[in-house]
């Protein structure tokens, strides 16, 4: 039941004094309610400028074909698969907060995961471009699809990884989308009981006619439980098969049964760095600090220090294995990797993800706003490398040796990549104007068993163990939402 | 004769209103519906809502997509245009998981939330049929069908008694169909 309180020695979810539902509502829906601020239209103007530039290099890629791009005869992928590949594993953060830590019942998710989602289908969508941008002539993409031809027909072949990856893709794009909308209805509802004149008629019809009744919400329970159950092994199915892109081929350097976990893993990572790049500016621009909490903040940087320590371990076998297996083309692959002419871009990315992100076991840097901010940065530049130097270190010397050769990026390349991000910070920067950025209903389910006020009303009645009232208190110090003076008189 | 067609008991906090169901029912009053900005936990037991039936339906849609794509892949890839790849079977089962898996996926997902839209009348469009504005945003509502309730000021007093801050006799059912 709502009323049912936490222990005390948990930490809380929402701080501030004076939290009732009506807050609650009013403090989310603030962005979508008001005009935008001088932020927003900086940000907006930046990104917009960025998906312009994304428009235009793609436009540019179509009209005159991949050779504007840089690749050539022995590195037929290098920024495009690149760029597919660290957007898709993006998006798995998204995926991960509002399936996997559901089934935990991790309850910090629920004012995270609405934003989360929305990054993860932005991602895709940016991913998803490059795969048809990829493609030269993207009216080919049809043929990716098993629909009867005039070739007999001649049908899509399902034992290639390349064909499982369309379904994958399409398939997480369409589920992660349904399993976000279906979340939004109760707080679009929201949005349209609050508005009038045309707004509520916009609201009405994307609300589906929501009203909140008993069945409505025992049924909708039930299928975000579903949805979530299925969207678990799905976003790990995902990430497994965008690696057997690789790892099902012969190439050394990309032939290794490590890959699956050894993606899934840095996907996530990656993930919750772009969550926290972009939700440490939210919160302060929205001014959400209340419900996205240092804890939130401290619970992801353990979920990125863990699963970059998974990905360092995985960089170190595959380097072992490499050495173990005696395979020479394996082993000149590896020491090619990290002592050839790539060995910048695979030193960035060891350091990147395996070196600068170890300072997270410090608390002190943990909890350190500035830092974590820093941190994700670095982690998602570390990424793009991580697929960069998989790709293009693994192709550019291959079997021939007079074939062998460097890529160099042309600037259709480079815009094409700079754009996505523009893409990708449109979409979101819309998103947060014209939907809740944070689940409403979700977080007011958490309300009077999680929050601060009601651990305050626990301790005032003085019925709680005194060590852990203390180390309750303790545990708040590292909150930059909470006025700690109201303590030290208690 | 009144010409309120339903008393609604708004509440601040969901205990209240748990609350308020309880002293209802102790009273033989019946409740049409209630309105939630969030999922209460428990209430479905208390007014003998049955267990949602939308597991079996993700069920059956989870087996239909993944017979659907292993027939399809069948077809394609054993009966229609088998090919030699290195003398290996045409019938390559492993090869046929993964999308076999996704289908099944998608299916689930797809099946299952039409199915929900379909069993609660939620579509895009549809005219929100709301009593009390605020049940989206602030306010727990107990609503009664007034019609053969009666007293009714019997049932405010209790409505009042378990803790209801606002107590509205509306004389239409759907405030939203006012405008």
Redesign the interface.
Known sequence: ???HSESIIREPLITGNNI???QI?DDILRPVEKLPGRAWWMGFSLASTGATLWLFAVSYTFWYGIGSWGLNKTIGWAWDITGFVWWVGIGHAGTLISAILLLFRQKWRNSINRSAEAMTIFAVICAASYIVAHMGRPWMAVYSL?LPNQY????????S?L??DV??IS?YF??SL??WY?GL??DI??I???ATGLR?KIY????????????????????SL??AG??T??VL?VHS?VS?DFATSLEPGWHTTIFPPYFVAGAIFSGFAMVQTLLLIARKVLGLENYITMFHIEAMNKIIILTGSIVMVAYTTEFFIAYYSQVEYEQYAFLNRYFGPYWWASWSMFCCNCVIPQVLWIKKVRRNIAATWFLSIIINIGMWFERFVIIVTSLHRDFLPSSWAMFYPTWVDVSVFIGSIGVFFTCFLLFVRVLPSIA???V??IL?GSSEQDKKRILASGHVDKDQAEFYIESLEKFDSIEMAEYQKA | MSSTKFILGCFEDPDEMMDGITLLQQNSVPIYDVYTPMPIHGIEAKLGIKDSRLGYAAFMFGCLGGTVIFSLVYYFLVHDWPMNIGGKPAFAIPDFIPVTFEWTVLYTAFGTVATFFFATHLFPGRTPRVMDYRATNDRFVIAIDAKGNTPHADITNLLKEAGAVEVKHNERKYVSYEI
């Open positions: 039941m709502s009323s009732t539902y009506a509502t098993p007999g027909s001649l049908w899509v072949n399902f034992n990884p064909i499982w379904f994958a398939t369409s589920v349904v399993f279906t209805l109760p509802a929201t349209r009981d609050r509520r009405s019809v994307m609300s589906f006619g929501w009203t909140g009744s008993v069945k409505t919400w025992q049924r909708f329970e039930t299928v579903i949805l299925i969207s092994p799905l199915s098969i057997m409403i209903a979700e007011k389910l009077k």
